[in-house]
């Protein structure tokens, strides 16, 4: 929905998706991770699919590689008035966080 269509709704209206919102965030999550799992499957039984995990060397490679990306976030965040270093601390944080508790 777009934002001028929601500004047209009833405050009572809105407050139903506000209070739905985190219930709909899980319940799409779930769907969707539920269905990747059931494509690579099928993936796997019909096109004999095979799914690598990176070395912890890899992985220590790839954040390597990306660290300018996200240093280069930072400062165009912090460039518009953003606190880059807190998202971007925040965003790992909660990774972490919710890797655990959803794998």
Same mark, same amino acid.
């Given at each position: 929905? /777009?934002?001028?269509?929601? /500004?047209?709704?009833? *405050? ?13 965030? &899980? ?9 990747? !799992?059931?494509? !690579? %499957? ?19 490679? !790839? &954040? ?9 976030? $930072?400062?165009?965040? *912090? ?7 807190? $998202?971007?601390?925040?965003? *790992?944080? &909660?990774?972490?966080?919710? %890797?655990?508790?959803?794998?």
């Amino acid at each position: 929905m /777009n934002k001028d269509k929601w /500004n047209s709704l009833p *405050n009572d209206v809105k407050k139903v998706f506000d209070d739905l919102a985190r219930d709909q965030a &899980l319940w799409t999550g779930k769907y969707a991770d539920d269905h990747a !799992i059931d494509a !690579i %499957e099928w993936a796997k039984q019909k096109y004999k699919l095979k799914v690598l995990d990176f070395s912890a060397k890899d992985k220590a490679e !790839i &954040l390597r590689l990306s660290k300018p990306l996200v240093d280069d976030y $930072i400062k165009r965040a *912090n460039g518009v008035g953003l606190p880059g270093d807190q $998202i971007v601390k925040d965003v *790992n944080r &909660l990774k972490e966080k919710y %890797e655990k508790e959803y794998k």
